[in-house]
């Protein structure tokens, strides 16, 4: 290869540096066969190839309609439709394929779920040579049941048995989070403070920090920040180091809890670790009636309805309960 033909395929392969715009070839990952209708509805799978001409178009949409048809048992007057039976997963191709994609298994026994998307495969183990040789040679998946064959048939037409139905149970497995991992899609950051299990969620390609309360309370309209702190966790050194990890991670925006989105998560932070600070300096001294007088001066300061739903969000008395042990706590 040439060193000007080198200089070129570096350049093809090279990661981009601007992604404001789409990379050479970008625009058409199918090549010509790129379809150029939206992808935003429901039938996205259902669009055919951009390079299809007229002719083979309508055959695409014959097959199409054949794909969704729904099909009876014979004899039927519907003669084009007919031929379903005696044993069958499914009326239709569509019924499995939702919408030309992937369906879901179903959601439990106990709740009724006719999408019949979940092939129940059914198998043995090989017993000779020749099927040991194909399954090593990954011609075959899997051996067929010699007396039901390779998948479970559970509908069947009127006056027939089906071959039997799935009976799907699920069982919850409680998971801890320590921070590190990824849970569908989200970044998982450990964040205590406001308690010692709390943890932010990442969003790395939307740019969101599902922040819970560690991004304190805003009740709009307003704009001020305030610190739900009830026990028993209250950790104020724990809470200052999650707000650093969070602003560390420079999000796009903070997604929080009560109520809505912060725009701008550096001043919404900064403003986060102020009255965090001023919650720490207004409890030192353990002064009950002193702390509380001076928050609801604040939240009075408020319009009386925002006010009200702050109280709601975040009740004074609860606010002082958590700081006064963690107060009491630290000096041991």
């Not at 006056?159 to 699920?170: H, L, V």
Request: with cysteine; charged share 25%.
């Amino acid at each position: 290869m040439s060193a000007g033909a080198a200089t070129g395929v570096e350049g093809l392969l090279a990661p981009t540096t601007d992604f404001s715009q789409l990379e050479q070839g970008e625009d058409k990952p199918g090549g010509e066969a790129t379809s150029r209708g939206t992808v935003d509805t429901p039938n996205a799978f259902s669009l055919s190839s951009g390079n299809m001409g007229f002719r083979r178009e309508l055959n695409f949409k014959i097959g199409n309609a054949i794909f969704r048809r729904h099909w009876v048992s014979a004899p039927s007057s519907t003669e084009a439709s007919d031929g379903l039976g005696p044993l069958f997963n499914s009326r239709g191709c569509q019924n499995c394929h939702l919408k030309d994609g992937r369906g879901h298994p179903p959601f439990s026994s106990d709740v009724p779920d006719d999408t019949g998307s979940m092939l129940i495969r059914l198998s043995v183990p090989p017993k000779t040579d020749a099927e040991k040789a194909m399954l090593a040679a990954h011609k075959v998946n899997s051996i067929p049941d010699p007396v039901y064959g390779g998948q479970l048939q559970d509908f069947a037409i009127q006056g027939f048995a089906a071959e039997g139905k799935a009976k799907i149970e699920y069982t919850e497995k409680p998971v801890t989070l320590a921070g590190g991992e990824t849970v569908a899609g989200l970044e998982v950051l450990a964040a205590p403070g406001h308690a010692s299990h709390h943890v932010v969620y990442l969003d790395p390609e939307g740019g969101d920090a599902f922040v819970g309360d560690v991004g304190g309370v805003r009740i709009p309209p307003g704009e001020t920040v305030w610190l739900p702190t009830p026990p028993p966790d209250i950790d104020l050194e724990a809470w200052r180091t999650s707000i650093a990890a969070v602003a560390e991670r420079r999000p796009e925006r903070l997604r929080l809890t009560h109520y809505g989105s912060a725009e701008d998560p550096e001043s919404h932070l900064a403003a986060t670790l102020a009255e965090l600070e001023r919650l720490a300096e207004s409890s030192r001294e353990r002064d009950r009636d002193r702390f509380l007088a001076g928050l609801e001066a604040r939240i009075g300061a408020e319009p009386p309805d925002l006010a009200e739903r702050v109280r709601s969000a975040m009740p004074p008395e609860q606010t002082w309960l958590g700081l006064e042990r963690y107060q009491r706590r630290r000096k041991g």
